[in-house]
Structure formats: C-alpha cells, structure tokens
C-alpha cells in the first residue's frame, strides 16, 4: 500500500469534510481569538504597567484555578458521548446545569476565604473578587463548547470565542483612555463571559436541545463517575499552569507575575493551530475507535506529523526572534520578559503535541493515562517552582513549565502505540530530521530579515522555511493530502 494511500483510509469521505470544516472554523475564530484576546493583554499590560498587570493576572490566575471545580470532567464525557449518540445531548446537559450551579457557588465560597486567609493585599483581594465573577459564567461556557464538540458544530465555539474576545478589546481599549485600575479591567472579563454565557445558552436551546435544570442525583452520580478520572485531569492541569504565578505572587511579587504572564499569555496564543486541529479530530478519533480501529492509528500518525511541522517553526523563530517581538508587542517596560519568553516559546512546541495525544487519550476510553500524565507534570512543576522561582523569580517558573511540559510529551510517546495501535516511529523520526533540516535557513533568513523589521523578520522565516520543507521532502504526499483537507 502507497503512502498516499494510507493517508486516504486514514481520514476519507464526509470524515475529511466535516474535520475540514469544523478545523476551518476553529482555526479562523481562534487566530482572531488569539489576536483579539492577546491584544486585550497587551492593552492591558501596556496602560497597567508590570506590578498592576500582575495584580491582574495573579487575581485572573486564582480564581480560573479553582472555578476547574465547576466542569470536573463533565464536559468532555458529553462531548464523548454526545458524538457517538446525540440522542443522549438533553440527559447530560439538564443535569450539568444542576451539578454546574451547585459547583459554582461552592466555588466562589472557597475564593472568598482563601483570599483572605493568605492575607493578601486589600487591592488585590478586590480585584479578585470581581473575577470571581467570572467562575459562574466560565462554567456554562465552557460546557457548551464541549456540547458544540459533540454535535461536531463547532462554528458555535469560535462564535461564542469571538464575542467574548470582542468586548474584552472594544472595553480595554476604551479603559486605556482612563486611569490605570486593574478593578476596571477585572469588571470588563466579567461582562464579557456574561455575554458569551447568554449566547451559548440561546444557540444550545435554539439549535440543539432544550434547555432545562434537573436535580436527579442518580443520573448525576453517572455522570460525575463517568467523568472522575477526566475531572481530576482537568484539576491537575489548571493547577500546572497557573500555580507558578500564584506563587510568584507571594515569593517574587506581582512585578515577576507580569513579567511571567506577559509572555506566558503569547506563547499560549500561539499553541491555536494545534488545538483548533486537535479539537476537530477528536469526535473523529471517538467514532474510529468505536467503528473503524484499523483507522484510528493512521490518522493519529498524520496529525503528530501535521504538528510537528506547524510548531517547530514557532520554536526556533520565537527564540531567535524573542526581543524584538516582546519590545514591539509590550514596548521597552516589558523586555525583562524576553529570556522568559524564550524558554516558553518551547512550552508551545511541547503543549501542541500533548493536545493532540490527550485527545486521543480521552476518545480511546484512557483517560486514565490523562491523569497520570496531569499529575505528573503538576508534581515535576511545583517542585521546580518551588526551587527555581525564589533564586530566578519568572525565569524559573518559565523552565519549570517547560520541563514539566517536555516530561509529558515523553509519556505520551510511550504509551502511543497501546492507545492507538501500530504507528510507524521510523516515519516520524524521518520527519522530525527533514523539518530540522528545514528550519535552520529559516531562522538565518529571519535574523537577516528582522534588520529591516521583526514582522518581516517573522514572514521570511516563515516563507524560507515553507520552500525548505518542499525540498527536503519533509511533508509527503500523505500529509498534503491531510493537509489540503484541513486548509
């Protein structure tokens, strides 16, 4: 069988299209997300400054850690099966209603001592409330980004994302013209998510199912058993990315959240194109593995190669052109985050990979091995943070993630083959030095470029590394044939 070929049993038929149409949509919305979203930040840090940007983002980071209380894995086992049935949508939403609005007034309970047993400062304690605001609304929103992934409607996900990004900027850019206050800024994100929650609401009850609370506790017990392990994932995973500015907060101070968070907040804008793909593919990869198993690993093969090609660039581009971007991006206050930056960028390349083969986990029935992963990238992560940041204040936080991150690339690599059958590691390794090959002209022709300006720096990377992939044959005919389908 040619290569071609397996590509063509790999993803075929109305499976290209509809992963084809629902990538498009989450690609386009989340490039205008990610714009819209880290121009908010920018805004923001801009007018702020780093110490009241930090306040911001430390009050941001501590209450999204604990509103993760409010989904414990609920959202995900609807998408789940809510693809492989839509009978079943109207059951798991009314009761994720009734589990989510209990949740989340235990929840904002829990941030209200918490913030004021760690004794913080009145400021920042005030800011925090506000945000905690927001823990009510992320909740529903959420979940119906998960419900739009099961029905594989996901235009309604980067809808809601584009509404809610679009009042965060049209506000901060009208908040930018008054004085410095982080509290306005705290007020704007809780508007925005009550927006986007009243639109999830009226698209799932016009579109889909009717919406409804029910108190049945033993279908929510279901749910919640069905969900644990998922749940308990998704605990870990909040808390591996946000404990590092908690704890800047107290052993650094908000000058080294800023710091942190500026470029923390980048590099997570630029993980879009793999988890919009990701996210596609995952209702996909759950009926493979339900009807068609043969299947399920080719496809996996060709997505971790269409990775593979899209990070690696942002990698060694983001490194080599980190200064330039952080001053032209936050201006000369913020070029303290630039060696951060430069050590994140890597946690992108890491963090793409693992959506996809988290995914996989979760659509194959393992989401155990989620777990496992979660818990051990959260425990490598808190013990170097623990370490690194009191001696290297955002700098360790930023090689604590990254370490983390790079641990659980490692472990998912190793239990591929049990999760979806036999994938060709020969292949991949070839892949993975044709792209090398590839990228060391793109970066020179980066640095030269980047004399004239850093966005045409970035383009000619880009463009020299596209014409190198070409010639060495890094992408075949396989991945074009998926690729095309995705683009």
């Known amino acids: 069988m040619t290569e071609a070929a397996g590509a063509g049993q790999g993803i075929t038929g109305r499976a290209v299209r509809r992963v084809a149409a629902n990538t498009l949509s989450l690609a386009i919305a989340d490039i205008a997300n990610k714009l ?3 121009l908010f930040y920018m805004v923001a840090a801009r007018h702020l400054g780093v110490e009241k940007f930090g306040v911001l983002s430390f009050a941001l980071a501590f209450v999204t850690m604990l509103a993760i209380f409010t989904d414990l894995g609920l959202g995900a086992v609807a998408a789940r099966e809510i693809a492989r049935d839509p009978g079943v949508a109207r059951q798991y939403v009314t009761n994720a209603v009734g589990i989510k609005l209990v949740a989340a007034l235990i929840v904002i309970g829990m941030i209200v001592f918490l913030v004021n047993v760690l004794r913080y400062p009145a400021a920042t304690i005030r800011v925090v409330y506000i945000c905690s605001l927001f823990v009510f609304e992320s909740a529903f929103v959420a979940y119906g980004g998960y419900v739009f992934q099961g029905f594989q409607r996901m235009e309604f996900t980067a809808l809601t994302r584009l509404l809610q990004t679009g009042v965060l900027v049209g506000g901060a850019l009208l908040l930018a013209r ?17 927006l986007a929650a009243l639109f999830v609401a009226l698209v799932i009850a016009t ?47 908000e000058r080294a959240v800023g710091e942190f968070n500026a470029a923390f907040r980048l590099a997570m804008g630029l993980t879009f194109a793999a988890i919009a793909f990701s996210g596609a593919l995952y209702p996909v990869m759950s009926k493979l593995f339900i009807e068609e198993k043969e299947r399920l690993s080719q496809t996996v093969e060709q997505a971790i190669k269409l990775i593979m090609v899209i990070l690696l660039p942002i990698g060694v581009l983001g490194t080599t052109l980190a200064d330039p971007i952080m001053r032209l991006l936050y201006g000369t206050e913020f070029v303290s985050s630039t060696p951060v930056f430069r050590i994140l960028v890597w946690w992108t390349f890491c963090a793409g990979f693992n959506s996809l083969l988290s995914n996989l986990s979760m659509a194959v029935n393992r989401s155990r091995n989620m777990t496992i992963q979660t818990a051990l990238a959260l425990a490598i992560n808190l013990v170097l943070n623990g370490l690194l940041i009191s001696k290297l204040g955002a700098l360790g936080a930023a090689i604590s993630i990254v370490a983390a991150e790079g641990v659980s690339v490692i472990f998912y690599l190793t239990l591929l083959r049990r ?22 002209p793109a970066a020179v022709c980066a640095l030269l470029a980047v004399r004239i300006h850093v966005v045409v720096g970035i383009t000619a990377g880009f463009v020299a590394y596209a014409l190198a992939l070409v010639a060495t044959g890094a992408v075949g005919q396989s991945e074009l044939m998926t690729l095309k389908a995705v683009l």
């Open 36 to 38: 819209l979203m880290f």
């Open 178 to 194: 008054g004085a410095a206050m982080a509290e306005r800024y705290a007020w704007l994100y809780a508007g925005a998510g009550l």
């Open 207 to 253: 579109k889909f199912v009717r919406l409804g609370v029910s108190f049945d506790l033993s279908q929510w017990k279901g749910q919640l058993r069905a969900a644990l392990s998922i749940g308990i994932a998704n605990v870990f995973v909040v808390f591996y990315y946000w404990n590092g500015t908690a704890l800047l907060s107290k052993l650094a101070g």
């Open 419 to 440: 999760v979806a059958g036999p994938v060709h590691f020969g292949r991949l390794a070839g892949l993975v030095g044709r792209a090398v090959i590839a990228v060391t």
